[in-house]
Structure formats: structure tokens, C-alpha cells
């Protein structure tokens, strides 16, 4: 089994879904069957994620990242690592006239009994980030790190304040 790219990179902003995609290419005399699993299965979508390939053929396969949550900072993912594991198995006597689809759903059944025969590949993935930028230099400290209100206070601050003022008000008036 031979994996182009052997890497993957997902290019910034992390906040969005980006695509890439990886090329199975089996070549070897029997037909294989193949899961691709990862370590972050919740950031990334991958179609087909198991699949049955002929001899001398070759599948591609989708990797969607979903994209982090904005406050999440890039550098963490610098620091991070995900990985993929391309499981593959030659397909064994017993199952060559087996439909594919029966194949496919007894994958863990396979996976157990042929376990021996079991090939296991690793694509690594990176995710480009992009360099941080410095503020210019007619921002004051406070100014980069919160949005103002107009008078120095920081809004979660100011929005508060105001609910505060409310609720005494109502409290007032049903009194």
C-alpha cells in the first residue's frame, strides 16, 4: 500500500474547514480493505474512512478539518500533533466472494481474526499557522488586549454595570 502524500498540511486561518486529500494506492495482487482512524477524531470528517480497493487501484480520500473554536490559539496546535493510522488488510481467502458491503460491516470481525496480517501506515499532520502580528504602534496596551466602551471601562465590564442598573430598576418598580 503506498500513501501520496505521506504528510498533510492544513493551512491557516484554524478556525475554518479546510479539505486535503491522501491517495490509497494498492500495489500489490489482492484486493485490500482499509479504515483510516485518528487521534482527533472530533476535528476531522474523512470519507471513505474504510473501503475495499482492487489490485492496482487506488482510492482518494477526503480529510475535512472542522476548524478550531476561535479561542483557541494558534500556537497550541503548533505544539499538538495529529496523526492518522491507514489500517489495512489483505483481503483473506475466505472473504473473496463475499458482497463488499458485508465486507465492509465486518470489518472488526476481520480486524480480530486476521490481526497478524494487519499493515499499519501513519500520515502525519501539520497545521501551518500564521505568525503573530505585534499591534501598531498607535495602540495603546489596554487598547490590544480588550475592545473599549468609550470611557476606559472594558464592555463585559460596562455590560454589567447596565444589567445590574436594570434589574434594580424592575426590582423598584415591582415593589
Given at each position: 500500500?503506498?500513501?501520496?502524500?505521506?504528510?498533510?498540511?492544513?493551512?491557516?486561518?484554524?478556525?475554518?474547514?479546510?479539505?486535503?486529500?491522501?491517495?490509497?494506492?494498492?500495489?500489490?495482487?489482492?484486493?485490500?480493505?482499509?479504515?483510516?482512524?485518528?487521534?482527533a477524531p472530533t476535528k476531522y470528517?474523512?470519507?471513505p474512512n474504510v473501503a475495499i480497493?482492487?489490485?492496482?487501484?487506488?482510492?482518494?480520500?477526503?480529510?475535512?478539518?472542522?476548524?478550531?473554536?476561535?479561542?483557541?490559539?494558534?500556537?497550541?496546535?503548533?505544539?499538538?500533533?495529529?496523526?492518522?493510522?491507514?489500517?489495512?488488510?489483505?483481503?483473506?481467502?475466505?472473504?473473496?466472494?463475499?458482497?463488499?458491503?458485508?465486507?465492509?460491516?465486518?470489518?472488526?470481525?476481520?480486524?480480530?481474526?486476521?490481526?497478524?496480517?494487519?499493515?499499519?501506515?501513519?500520515?502525519?499532520?501539520?497545521?501551518?499557522?500564521?505568525?503573530?502580528?505585534?499591534?501598531?504602534?498607535?495602540?495603546?496596551?489596554?487598547?490590544?488586549?480588550?475592545?473599549?466602551?468609550?470611557?476606559?471601562?472594558?464592555?463585559?465590564?460596562?455590560?454589567?454595570?447596565?444589567?445590574?442598573?436594570i434589574a434594580l430598576l424592575v426590582?423598584?418598580?415591582?415593589?
Open positions: 500500500m503506498r500513501i501520496v502524500p505521506e504528510k498533510l498540511v492544513f493551512k491557516a486561518p484554524l478556525n475554518k474547514q479546510s479539505t486535503e486529500y491522501i491517495k490509497l494506492e494498492n500495489d500489490g495482487e489482492k484486493r485490500v480493505i482499509f479504515k483510516v482512524r485518528t487521534s470528517c474523512v470519507r480497493i482492487g489490485a492496482h487501484e487506488s482510492v482518494n480520500v477526503q480529510i475535512v478539518f472542522l476548524g478550531l473554536p476561535k479561542s483557541t490559539a494558534d500556537d497550541e496546535m503548533d505544539q499538538k500533533r495529529d496523526k492518522f493510522l491507514i489500517v489495512t488488510l489483505p483481503i483473506p481467502a475466505a472473504y473473496q466472494n463475499v458482497e463488499d458491503g458485508e465486507l465492509l460491516s465486518d470489518w472488526p470481525n476481520l480486524e480480530e481474526q486476521y490481526k497478524d496480517d494487519i499493515v499499519f501506515k501513519k500520515i502525519k499532520i501539520f497545521h501551518s499557522v500564521l505568525p503573530k502580528r505585534k499591534p501598531s504602534g498607535n495602540h495603546d496596551a489596554e487598547s490590544a488586549r480588550a475592545p473599549s466602551a468609550g470611557n476606559g471601562q472594558s464592555l463585559s465590564s460596562r455590560a454589567l454595570l447596565i444589567i445590574t442598573v426590582g423598584w418598580i415591582y415593589y
